[in-house]
């Protein structure tokens, strides 16, 4: 019998590489299954032996995909599994997501944001439930995607070996002088595109160890953050000091996109 794909289905073709360079991507792929036990929980490995006869499946997932059973999911990340490399079997497995920083959950410790992943490369929200995510229902035509972050935008780590964070001090932090306070951040360059990282609240000595701990971030676009402050009056210091950080973006070249305010997690 021939399978017809309703056009409206979204279909993501991909190949297995282990070391595939995902920056061609703009957004994560999240893959639709409909697995009902009867059980309240479905750990990562049962999932996968239930997966395992679903041939097409494994063709397509890559490293960082995640995926969704939509028999458990709905509130929050319940339900969502993450892809990783299964490296003593050289090939790919299913794994449940990080739950250290966040009990319901987040992406792998070692999925660093820039170095491995965009920023935003994971990020769906309640709100804006297919954010940055492509969803593939190949796998499940009746199935609803349901499952979103805790934290609305999803938390990532950062590679503190490669951008040099551990041997941070305090002539390294980059300051920003205003009328009554100074605002310190860091420049972090990869792939000859640089980045502007800071926390508006913060003395030298905290932002310091606010850096150096290790972690989960939330990545918050200092021009979307912007643009939230316009529209709340009653946070006008705020804006007045994203636009000193701007003017200083201005003087260093900056891109204004690649600009973060760092919440730790």
């Known amino acids: 019998m021939m399978t017809t794909v309703p056009?409206?289905?979204?279909?993501?073709e991909a190949t297995i590489k282990k070391s595939a360079d995902r920056d061609?991507?703009?957004?994560?792929?999240?893959?639709?299954?409909?697995?009902?036990?009867?059980?309240?929980?479905?750990?990562?490995?049962?999932?996968?032996?239930?997966?395992?006869?679903?041939?097409?499946?494994?063709?397509?997932?890559?490293?960082?995909?995640?995926?969704?059973?939509?028999a458990h999911s709905g509130y929050r990340s319940e339900g969502l599994y993450i892809i990783d490399e299964d490296v003593d079997n050289d090939c790919l497995?299913?794994?449940?997501?990080?739950?250290?920083?966040?009990?319901?959950?987040?992406?792998?410790?070692?999925f660093y944001a820039i170095t491995r992943?965009?920023?935003?490369?994971?990020?769906?929200?309640?709100?804006?439930?297919?954010?940055?995510?492509i969803v593939n229902n190949y796998f499940c035509a009746t199935g609803k995607h349901g499952a979103y972050w805790h934290s609305g935008s999803c938390l990532?780590?950062?590679?503190?070996?490669?951008?040099?964070?551990?041997?941070?001090?305090?002539?390294?932090?980059?300051?920003?002088?205003?009328?009554?306070?100074q605002i310190?951040?860091?420049?972090?360059?990869?792939?000859?595109?640089r980045y502007f990282l800071t926390s508006i609240y913060k003395t030298t000595n905290e932002f310091l160890t606010y850096l150096k701990e290790e972690g989960f971030y939330q990545f918050n676009n200092l021009i979307d953050s912007y643009h939230g402050f316009l529209s709340d009056d009653s946070?006008?210091?705020?804006?007045?000091?994203?636009?000193?950080?701007?003017?200083?973006?201005?003087?260093?070249?900056?891109?204004?996109?690649?600009?973060?305010?760092?919440d730790y997690y």
């Open 7 to 12: 056009k409206n289905f979204i279909y993501h």
């Open 24 to 70: 061609q991507y703009s957004g994560c792929v999240l893959h639709l299954v409909d697995i009902e036990t009867g059980e309240y929980y479905l750990s990562a490995e049962e999932l996968q032996q239930y997966l395992m006869k679903t041939k097409k499946f494994w063709d397509v997932i890559r490293v960082g995909d995640l995926v969704e059973n939509v």
């Open 93 to 110: 497995k299913i794994v449940d997501l990080h739950t250290d920083y966040d009990d319901y959950g987040t992406i792998l410790p070692h």
């Open 117 to 133: 992943f965009p920023i935003g490369y994971f990020d769906m929200d309640y709100s804006n439930r297919e954010h940055n995510v």
């Open 156 to 181: 990532m780590p950062l590679d503190k070996e490669t951008f040099g964070i551990d041997q941070l001090t305090d002539e390294d932090l980059l300051t920003i002088d205003l009328d009554h306070r």
């Open 184 to 193: 310190y951040g860091i420049i972090v360059e990869y792939r000859n595109v």
């Open 235 to 262: 946070d006008r210091e705020k804006r007045y000091v994203l636009c000193d950080i701007i003017e200083f973006l201005r003087e260093n070249k900056i891109e204004f996109n690649n600009a973060y305010l760092l």
